[in-house]
């Protein structure tokens, strides 16, 4: 598209007459005309004010092979970052996810069988899967400086998804040798709290140092 063409759909998107469009560029009709139809490029100051009426760069208005701002060379290789950022976040959510499926597994393993094997297995599965996602930080798979904000999301996943279980058991266990009474639903606001508390500590213990640059983890 050249200039004259896209100013004319910058127009027409913000439903702007040649009149009104002359108005707010304090320029004649007959100009705003000539830039859209004979192929004539405004001077400095009202390509600049064009620009900021309409929200586009002015790298596109003059670009012919440009036909939105995404085109840019900059524009595009940051939305190639930012969709590449994602996807490691994904992959390293997927991860911590299967913490929870493996003792999920392990539950039901120890809940139908009370078998100790299996339940080995699963937790050997989840020390895997630690292993597999240390592996792939290390892999180059991620800029250096995006590794600990990454490393923390994922240990905070996978102490949040794991440390349930391990809680009500502990929880059920130590209230067992209580010597009065306790009631189902003490025992799990006991084990909630016990929880959250778990989850409280390890955000402390994986918050990025005081003093570090502020970058987007």
């Not at 009149?19 to 405004?42: C, F, H, I, M, T």
């Not at 139908?112 to 050997?124: E, G, H, K």
């Not at 391990?166 to 010597?179: A, F, I, N, Q």
């Amino acid at each position: 598209m050249t200039f004259g063409e896209k100013l004319l759909q910058l127009r027409r998107d913000g439903k702007l007459s040649q009149e009104d469009l002359a108005e707010k560029l304090g320029v004649s009709r007959q100009a705003v005309s000539r830039w859209e139809n004979e192929g004539v490029l405004p001077d400095c100051g009202n390509l600049l004010e064009i620009s900021r009426l309409f929200g586009v760069s002015t790298d596109y208005l003059l670009h012919d092979g440009y036909q939105s701002d995404r085109d840019l060379p900059a524009v595009r290789s940051a939305e190639t970052q930012l969709e590449e950022k994602q996807e490691r976040q994904g992959v390293l959510l997927f991860l911590a996810g299967l913490h929870a499926v493996f003792l999920l597994l392990a539950v039901g393993v120890w809940a139908a069988w009370q078998a100790p094997f299996p339940l080995t297995l699963c937790a050997a599965a989840s020390l895997g899967d630690i292993l597999f996602a240390e592996a792939w930080l290390r892999s180059g798979q991620a800029p250096a400086e995006e590794l600990p904000g990454l490393r923390r999301r994922y240990y905070r996943l996978g102490v949040w998804f794991f440390a349930w279980f391990p809680v009500v058991w502990l929880s059920s266990g130590l209230l067992r040798l209580w010597p009065w009474p306790v009631s189902t639903l003490t025992i799990c606001a006991i084990t909630a709290a016990v929880w959250l508390a778990a989850c409280g500590l390890t955000w402390q213990l994986t918050k990025k140092p005081a003093g570090t640059a502020k970058k987007p983890e």
